[in-house]
């Protein structure tokens, strides 16, 4: 059974950084092009972050325009999980984070998420 659990989440201060964890079970993270998306509360969920499959161009990555720059995305094949490091933190990231597979229409069922917050 496919399971992804997000994690990391918080309340910071503007221009603060937080860690995002994503536990990946029951599919392998380094088999596909996976991601992280956000979603704020009646808007659609957005792709923040992909990173390519191993063997295809491997870790290749790109963001947002909004967060280039300021967010890294990784994985670790041996922990099966997924990452996303947010630096220089704004308002306008606050939103729930959630990770999945890079292509809409291959996405596993989606975790709970993790709601980070960017408030003084």
């Known amino acids: 059974q496919v399971q992804l659990v997000e994690s990391g989440g918080g309340l910071v201060q503007p221009g603060g950084s937080l860690r995002l964890s994503c536990v990946v079970s029951?599919?392998?993270?380094?088999?596909?092009?996976m991601a992280w998306y956000r979603q704020t509360s009646g808007k659609e969920r957005e792709l923040v972050a992909l990173?390519?499959?191993?063997?295809?161009?491997?870790?290749?990555?790109d963001y947002a325009d909004s967060v280039k720059g300021r967010f890294t995305i990784s994985r670790d094949n041996d922990k099966n999980t997924m990452y996303l490091q947010m630096n220089g933190l704004k308002p306008e990231d606050t939103a729930v984070y959630y990770c999945?597979?890079?292509?809409?229409?291959?996405?596993?069922?989606w975790g709970q998420g993790t709601q980070v917050t960017v408030s003084s």
């Open positions: 029951g599919f392998s993270v380094s088999a596909d092009g």
């Open positions: 990173i390519s499959r191993i063997g295809f161009n491997t870790n290749y990555a």
């Open positions: 999945n597979r890079a292509i809409r229409g291959t996405w596993l069922s």
